[in-house]
């Protein structure tokens, strides 16, 4: 039987790895990104041969959808045209943006960015493929954050929409697990990513200090691959070490 997963944020960082790995692991994914520009970059994973030759080990495929999540009248046509010919076992809402920040320092425009992207997208999404989710006794991972435990000065904002995408996680999960749906909820500590492209600061160079989009893809594999019937509802991955580094 053909597995079938919907990933958001597919075209770059932990979207991206998480899709070919899943790929690599025989599902069949559709991978929503706002933009694949970056399919040019030599350090892809998006390349054709590379997807080619997967598809023959595996069976898995990547079918790439563009799409603005922020748009939601859009969104919902492709999810539902995505959900009207395919079963969708696994949906994975990681599309993330962030602004940091004095909180007054930032603008109308990007608090809603941020509120759409992190929270508003995701629960549109489980609204529109719950039910068959249900039938299918499905999964549903979240990309949260570290943040969604603790105060986010400077960061106010991003802080709050990934502890409402927990606190959503949480609560879906208690809604829905006697009809056999999973909700996974994922916290990475600073990743190495382009999330921070808006911030003063990134992560640090020393490999102890950060993790890598590869990491936070394998933590979905752990826990796509449980036995059914054991939910790992929460995870957070951190690095070793506790460090950021400041832009010049």
Known sequence: MEKNVIITGASSGIGMKTACRLMDDGWCVYAIGRTFESDKSEENDWTEEKKAEVSQKSGGKIIKIVCDITDTGMLARVIKQVNKNHDINLLINNAGTAYYGLHEELNAAKISRMVRTNLEAPMII???????????????????????????????????????????????FDEARKYGVSVINIEPDMTDTNLYRNADFTADDDEMARLTAKDVAETVLFAVNQREGMVVSDITVKPQFHRIKKKR
């Open 126 to 172: 489980c609204n529109l493929l719950l039910r068959d989710l249900k039938k299918n006794h499905g999964m549903i991972i979240n990309i949260s954050s570290v943040t969604a435990q603790k105060s986010n000065p400077h960061g106010c904002a991003y802080g709050a929409t990934k502890a409402g995408l927990t606190s959503f996680s949480h609560s879906l």
